[in-house]
């Protein structure tokens, strides 16, 4: 079966050619094998492993050999010094005992362990504004301090280099979707801001309008009033009454958003999902059955039960939840369509533990001990967040892994967290 672009399903060229369509709006057709790519691919992008530091958005490439007479080609989701960190689709890679397994989505490897050896050759596609994503936010992110106030910066640096951009005493609640901004003032007045980290925002409602916000990569915003009626907008204006209802009072008591797709939870417990504004809810679980939401750009939809076990379903239906932890284990989830394969996950367990991954379906990996968080974020390009339980803000890049978080804050600094998604 072939693909919008040519090739074959679930090919490692199909995967690549989807992956750089989503990130940099590409359209590669004809590139033939694997192999041919560093032929038909424009020579001035086309760089010698030896000597070349590989970007993100990158395509790794292994030559013809005759073992392998297609070739091979992975996407560069992160870089790491001069080592990629690879997302690839039918390497064959990891083996089940002695025998390769084909058809694979596979993302733990690097240009450093690759069993088969690192790639020839690098073909530089373009360059990902932020360092590494169609979000367009980087690595944004931000927190609300103990005094309320609200300080972000837009890259993963190390202690320090915030920005104070909302003053002490009016920081009630923190969104950040791509390069916008919400915040929810403690008067539940709301404000909003585009453009990456800085102190100018536009107030969007009166005071009293609101107990719970949300905002996207595609500038979606969502806001519950008081009443339990949701509104929203995608635009940044002073224009009061530029909100759409989406649901009546007395209905919501939670939102999520991810690029255009939106969740709701009513008070029943019941979750609701849709794709853009106006038109009708799917309600997609049943009363009493739901005590959180998220979704991302890439409607990938989760939730975790009233039995602290989360599922997740690709698309909004009915019904076709999967499993993805078991009950009693889940404290809080967070989703972001990713910069890189499909979407980046996190869940925080019931005992302080963070895990991580990649997509549905596939293994988490523990990231810290128990007692370590408590309240987790993770952005498109795969910057996680964590709210650290002395009160301190921690982060660590891809690839997922245990340990490696930078302290970016002192102990007792902030209360709540916020990531790019």
Same mark, same amino acid.
């Given at each position: 079966?072939?693909?919008? @672009?040519?090739?074959?399903?679930?090919?490692?060229?199909?995967?690549?050619?989807?992956?750089?369509?989503?990130?940099?709006?590409? $359209?590669? *057709?004809?590139?033939?094998?694997?192999?041919? @790519?560093?032929?038909?691919?424009?020579?001035?992008?086309? *760089?010698?492993?030896?000597?070349?530091? =590989?970007?993100?958005?990158?395509?790794?490439?292994?030559?013809?050999? &005759?073992?392998?007479?297609?070739? *091979?080609?992975?996407?560069?989701?992160?870089?790491?010094?001069?080592?990629?960190?690879?997302?690839?689709?039918?390497?064959?890679?990891? !083996?089940?005992?002695?025998?390769?397994?084909? &058809?694979?989505?596979?993302?733990?490897?690097?240009?450093?362990?690759? =069993?088969?050896?690192?790639?020839?050759?690098?073909? *530089?596609?373009?360059?990902?504004?932020?360092?590494?994503?169609?979000?367009?936010?980087? $690595?944004?992110?931000?927190?609300?301090?103990?005094?309320?106030?609200?300080?972000? !910066?837009?890259?993963?640096?190390?202690?320090?280099?915030?920005?104070?951009?909302?003053?002490?005493?009016?920081?009630?609640?923190?969104?950040?979707?791509?390069?916008?901004?919400?915040?929810?003032?403690?008067?539940?007045? +709301?404000?909003?801001?585009?453009?990456?980290?800085?102190?100018?925002?536009?107030?969007?409602?009166?005071?009293?309008?609101?107990?719970?916000?949300?905002?996207? %990569?595609?500038?979606?915003?969502? %806001?519950?009033?008081?009443?339990? %009626?949701?509104?929203?907008? !995608?635009?940044?204006?002073?224009?009061?009454? #530029?909100?759409?209802?989406?649901?009546?009072?007395?209905?919501? %008591?939670?939102?999520? +958003?991810?690029?255009?797709?939106?969740?709701?939870?009513?008070?029943?417990?019941? #979750?609701?999902?849709?794709?853009?504004?106006?038109?009708? @809810?799917?309600?997609?679980?049943?009363?009493?059955?739901?005590?959180?939401?998220?979704?991302?750009?890439?409607?990938?939809?989760?939730?975790?039960?009233?039995?602290?076990?989360?599922?997740?379903?690709?698309?909004?239906?009915?019904?076709? @939840?999967?499993?993805?932890?078991?009950?009693?284990?889940?404290?809080?989830?967070?989703?972001?369509?990713?910069?890189?394969?499909?979407?980046?996950?996190?869940?925080?367990?019931?005992?302080?533990?963070?895990?991580?991954?990649?997509?549905?379906?596939?293994?988490?990996?523990?990231?810290?001990?128990?007692?370590?968080?408590?309240?987790?974020?993770?952005?498109?390009?795969?910057?996680?967040?964590?709210?650290?339980?002395?009160?301190?803000?921690?982060?660590?890049?891809?690839?997922?892994?245990?340990?490696?978080?930078?302290?970016?804050?002192?102990?007792?600094?902030?209360?709540?967290?916020?990531?790019?998604?």
């Amino acid at each position: 079966m072939g693909d919008p @672009w040519g090739y074959g399903v679930r090919n490692c060229t199909s995967y690549d050619a989807w992956k750089v369509n989503q990130v940099f709006g590409a $359209d590669i *057709h004809g590139w033939g094998h694997a192999y041919q @790519w560093s032929t038909n691919a424009p020579s001035n992008e086309v *760089h010698a492993a030896s000597g070349y530091t =590989p970007q993100v958005g990158d395509i790794a490439q292994w030559t013809a050999t &005759g073992s392998n007479p297609d070739g *091979h080609i992975a996407y560069v989701y992160a870089v790491n010094g001069s080592t990629a960190s690879l997302a690839e689709y039918n390497s064959g890679y990891p !083996k089940n005992g002695s025998s390769f397994q084909w &058809g694979l989505f596979y993302n733990s490897f690097t240009s450093a362990n690759y =069993p088969a050896g690192g790639p020839n050759n690098y073909i *530089h596609i373009g360059t990902i504004s932020g360092g590494g994503g169609g979000s367009g936010g980087g $690595d944004l992110h931000g927190y609300i301090a103990v005094n309320s106030e609200i300080d972000a !910066k837009a890259a993963r640096n190390g202690f320090g280099g915030w920005t104070q951009e909302v003053t002490p005493g009016n920081g009630a609640m923190l969104s950040i979707g791509g390069n916008n901004q919400m915040f929810l003032r403690g008067d539940g007045a +709301v404000f909003a801001r585009a453009n990456g980290v800085g102190n100018t925002w536009t107030q969007e409602t009166n005071p009293s309008s609101s107990v719970a916000i949300a905002i996207s %990569s595609t500038g979606m915003q969502l %806001s519950i009033a008081p009443d339990g %009626s949701i509104n929203s907008r !995608k635009t940044i204006t002073n224009d009061y009454t #530029a909100w759409n209802q989406e649901v009546g009072p007395g209905n919501a %008591s939670k939102i999520a +958003v991810g690029g255009d797709n939106m969740m709701f939870l009513r008070g029943d417990q019941a #979750a609701f999902a849709k794709t853009g504004q106006g038109g009708s @809810w799917t309600q997609v679980t049943g009363a009493s059955s739901t005590s959180a939401i998220a979704v991302s750009a890439t409607t990938l939809l989760a939730i975790i039960g009233t039995n602290n076990a989360i599922y997740s379903q690709q698309g909004i239906t009915p019904s076709n @939840w999967l499993q993805e932890v078991g009950p009693g284990n889940a404290a809080a989830i967070a989703l972001a369509g990713s910069n890189n394969p499909g979407n980046y996950q996190m869940f925080l367990r019931g005992d302080g533990a963070v895990f991580a991954r990649t997509d549905q379906g596939t293994t988490w990996t523990q990231e810290t001990n128990p007692s370590s968080a408590t309240a987790i974020a993770i952005g498109a390009d795969g910057l996680q967040v964590m709210l650290v339980v002395n009160g301190e803000v921690d982060t660590r890049p891809l690839p997922f892994g245990f340990g490696g978080w930078t302290a970016e804050t002192s102990a007792s600094s902030a209360t709540a967290i916020a990531a790019s998604q």
